[in-house]
């Protein structure tokens, strides 16, 4: 196995080099690369245009439309991908679906290395969704697993619920225009924000999830002191990555170090 990483974006929100130490120790003898932007290491200069138009039409519309596949977006749309692509513009307020921007990504994976052999791990600020049938209606993700595993930054402080307080809190803040930095100094420490000094750590839970998807097929644990505990509250994601007393439930640490003998 090689665990290779990219960075899709994220500027300087997360130290990669901080992670790929951190799974070079985890994994013993398994190859850890970090090859930066996905799109200059694979991507031809003259696919840039069509897979901007691509990238564009997974942008979600509603978040109760669900998006057919190989719809066709505006001229602006994707002038917007292609300068995100060459790195002259980053990813704000824009939401796509997750599950058709991973197979896009997969395009630029080597074909040599698209196999379980290999973990390709995107970072990205992109935020993206997934449609759940039971509500009809796309919510926000973390991450998407798979070949290659989407890890969003920006997903990380926008899908998991917040403190049920900090909503109620927010609908009064609203009413009278408090403004919302004092709202947040108030529930400091209790969700991760942007430019966190946690995130990095916060992070490595992610990795592991997307090493172990490809490990099993399952990259999650039922535990909630686990790393690989699926949070949906920034208060569970904070246990499970910063305070439980352990990185892995028993089951989960015999199997790693089962696959890793």
Not at 79 to 98: A, D, M, N, Q, V
Not at 179 to 185: A, G, I, N, Q, V
Not at 204 to 231: E, H, W
Request: charged share 30%; net charge negative; glycine share 8%.
């Amino acid at each position: 196995m090689e665990i290779i990483l990219y960075d899709e974006g994220i500027a300087g929100e997360l130290d990669i080099e901080e992670i790929a130490q951190y799974l070079a120790q985890k994994m013993g003898k398994i190859k850890v690369e970090v090859r930066g932007n996905p799109f200059v290491f694979n991507l031809p200069q003259d696919k840039v245009s069509d897979f901007a138009r691509r990238i564009a039409g997974t942008k979600i519309q509603g978040v109760s439309q669900k998006i057919l596949s190989g719809q066709e977006p505006l001229y602006g749309e994707i002038e917007y991908e292609k300068r995100r692509i060459l790195g002259k513009t980053r990813s704000f307020g824009i939401l796509y679906e997750g599950f058709h921007l991973l197979r896009l990504f997969r395009e630029i994976v080597p074909r040599e290395e698209c196999s379980l052999e290999f973990v390709h791990i995107f970072f990205t600020n992109r935020l993206f969704t997934s449609w759940d049938e039971s509500d009809k209606r796309y919510h926000l993700r973390t991450s998407v697993y798979g070949i290659p595993s989407l890890i969003s930054t920006t997903g990380l402080v926008e899908a998991p619920a917040k403190p049920r307080e900090y909503y109620l809190l927010k609908q009064q803040y609203d009413m009278v225009g408090t403004d919302p930095l004092e709202l947040k100094d108030r529930f400091k420490g209790r969700f991760i924000d942007y430019e966190d000094e946690r995130l990095t750590e916060v992070m490595k839970g992610y990795v592991m999830q997307a090493i172990f998807y490809s490990l099993t097929g399952n990259p999650f644990c039922q535990d909630k002191g686990c790393r690989l505990y699926n949070a949906h509250w920034h208060e569970e994601l904070i246990f499970a990555q910063l305070e439980s007393g352990y990185e892995f439930c028993q089951r989960h640490s015999e199997l790693l170090k089962k696959e890793l003998s």
